[in-house]
């Protein structure tokens, strides 16, 4: 099976530190997302990656940037944490003509 | 993208069937079908896919007709663990640029004993 692990399950971050979460998926997959999910608003694209070094934004990447520098392994940074980036932070993987995506556990931020 | 619309909530009992229906009025020629369900706590979880007419795998069947306008995904006998958010899903998975799915609002589905 796919396994698509982030590296966190909760963090607690302060207001305007920098904050890395991390997502390393062990399948060979091209595609790699991030997407965010509140009550009432569902899953939310932040931003995803199709091969190494490229990236292109979803549908809520401001306040976000990403890294990916090798396949398997694909970074959300937040480069100044506000309360309003207080969510539960999804990472996700698949094939370039894949029938459907592998997501992670999930990593819960809180920013205070 | 389609848009995709699906009930809200949705309760049933142990051991009855369950068929959540999802509407999507502007699907494309190339475009294909997928549910996934969604515990709390945890990344949505891949249940089916589907082009055209029926299909069926260990989990669950997913019913398209054949103007592909909406799209019915049945749990047959459902367990007090089927108790999760289920989101259909309509999108082309053979572009090769990022096949990037949009996550609606889902259904909540209740399972009482």
């Known amino acids: 099976d796919v396994k698509v692990t982030q590296s966190s399950r909760y963090l607690v971050k302060r207001t305007g530190e920098k904050v890395f979460l991390e997502c390393v998926q062990d399948m060979d997959h091209e595609n790699m997302f991030w997407y965010r999910q509140d009550p009432g608003l569902g899953l939310r694209l932040i931003y995803f990656?199709?091969?190494?070094?490229?990236?292109e934004k979803g549908d809520i990447p401001e306040g976000y940037s990403v890294s990916r520098e090798k396949k398997e392994r694909f970074s959300l940074i937040l480069e100044s944490a506000s309360t309003n980036q207080t969510s539960m932070y999804l990472c996700?993987?698949?094939?370039?003509?894949?029938?459907?995506?592998?997501f992670g556990s999930g990593t819960r931020l809180t920013v205070v | 993208l389609a848009k995709t619309t699906q009930p809200i909530s949705m309760d049933s009992y142990e051991g009855q069937e369950v068929n959540i229906t999802c509407s999507h009025n502007n699907i494309a020629t190339n475009d294909y079908i997928t549910w996934y369900q969604q515990f709390p706590s945890q990344g949505p979880r891949f249940i089916i896919q589907?082009?055209?007419t029926k299909v069926t795998n260990e989990v669950a069947s997913l019913f398209i007709p054949a103007d592909r306008k909406s799209s019915t995904l049945s749990l047959p006998r459902v367990s007090l663990s089927d108790t999760a958010v289920y989101y259909c899903?309509?999108?082309?998975?053979?572009?090769?640029?990022?096949?990037?799915?949009?996550f609606g609002g889902g259904t909540r589905v209740l399972v009482k004993p």
């Open positions: 899903l309509v999108g082309d998975y053979l572009r090769a640029a990022g096949n990037k799915l949009t």
């Open positions: 990656s199709y091969d190494v070094k490229m990236k």
């Open positions: 996700a993987s698949s094939l370039v003509h894949g029938r459907g995506y592998t």
């Open positions: 589907g082009y055209k």
